[in-house]
């Protein structure tokens, strides 16, 4: 009865399958009962070689992509640190005045519509800009103040 080589190399992690290739190439280099076999040593240990530099660059990669990651955050703490001093320091100098805390930056705000339903659809917006918005209630007793900003981008 004839046996076969069974590799299980499907889910074997790089690492491993690695090793095992080097462990193969040991056993089968000047093996005397695999003389056929030795002509795709060489090919086969140039095909491990290039597998163990890609893992090596992949490596180094993945190092570099989580020192960046890790840049990246720290910068985005320092920007939201940033923000919030600024938003701190708009508070203070508009005494918190919601107009002009909303109105900051912005050229100006302009109606979009009035309605006396729950929606309103603005008619004339470029598709795809970001728009602020803000609402206010019509009711029997009149218009009720502007809600505060939100950011809409146009469909």
Same mark, same amino acid.
């Given at each position: 009865?004839?046996?076969?080589?069974?590799? =299980?190399?499907?889910?074997?992690?790089? $690492?491993?399958?690695?090793a095992?290739?080097?462990?193969?190439?040991?056993?089968?280099?000047?093996?005397?009962?695999?003389?056929?076999?030795?002509?795709?040593?060489?090919? +086969?240990?140039?095909?491990?070689?290039a597998?163990e530099?890609?893992?090596?660059?992949?490596?180094?990669?993945?190092?570099?992509?989580?020192?960046d990651?890790?840049?990246?955050?720290?910068?985005?703490?320092?920007?939201?640190?940033?923000?919030?001093?600024?938003?701190?320091?708009?508070e203070?100098? +508009?005494?918190?005045?919601a107009?002009?805390? =909303?109105?900051?930056?912005?050229?100006?705000?302009?109606?979009?519509?009035?309605?006396?339903?729950?929606? =309103?659809?603005?008619?004339?917006?470029?598709?795809?800009?970001?728009? =602020?918005?803000?609402?206010?209630?019509?009711?029997? $007793?009149?218009?009720?103040?502007?809600?505060?900003?939100?950011?809409?981008?146009?469909?």
């Amino acid at each position: 009865m004839m046996s076969s080589v069974k590799l =299980h190399l499907q889910n074997l992690p790089i $690492a491993e399958k690695l090793a095992l290739a080097r462990r193969i190439l040991a056993k089968v280099n000047g093996n005397p009962d695999l003389p056929q076999t030795q002509a795709l040593l060489a090919e +086969t240990t140039a095909l491990v070689e290039a597998l163990e530099a890609a893992e090596t660059k992949a490596q180094g990669s993945r190092q570099q992509a989580i020192a960046d990651t890790l840049a990246r955050d720290a910068q985005e703490k320092v920007v939201d640190r940033g923000l919030r001093l600024l938003a701190e320091a708009v508070e203070k100098e +508009t005494g918190g005045d919601a107009a002009k805390i =909303h109105g900051a930056g912005k050229s100006g705000w302009r109606m979009g519509g009035v309605s006396t339903k729950s929606r =309103h659809d603005i008619q004339g917006l470029a598709s795809g800009p970001r728009y =602020h918005v803000r609402v206010a209630a019509i009711g029997a $007793a009149g218009q009720s103040p502007f809600s505060d900003a939100i950011d809409k981008i146009a469909p």
